[in-house]
């Protein structure tokens, strides 16, 4: 019963929480496909790319995996600043920054410091971070094939009801422990 009390009580807990606020990381995900590009593609290749802003405003961590690729990696980049399905200018690109060119698969991750960088058209630092935490910046992949890109995926953050399925599972979990406690009694 005591730790049916304490799960349901995390619960509630985490029910209270901000999903944001002002000083804490801000977390977006990037579902890449083909039929995100502009123009849709059939694209077999997927990828899921993580961005955190730190409360810094300055470190940008970008993490990256894709597969499936029809023809080998070109170019890869943040784009900013536009609305899903319209096209903007690269603003930070992946090139300099270790991405693994000529595979079809692989991950990438890198931190960013990004008042040590230029962001691309000059943009400032203060606009791009406006557009990325807008939902208004994409990355996406570039090849032989799809010189436009192959696969790409609108920044965002990950969607609330992620955190929803994550307490049931909690509820889940809370009720099958005190059924369990019963059966030991």
Partial sequence: MKVFARIMGMILAMSALPLSSASANVILRANMSGANETVPNASPATG?????LHDDMNTLDVSMTF????APSAAAHIHCCAAQGANAAVRLDFGGAGFPFGVTAGTYSHTFLLNTITLGGGMTTAAFLTGLTSGLAYTNIHNSLFPGGEIRGQLVLPEPASLAIFGLGLVGFAFATRKRARQVL
Avoid: A, C, P
């Fill in 48 to 52: 899921i790319t993580w961005v955190t």
């Fill in 67 to 70: 597969s499936g690729l029809t």
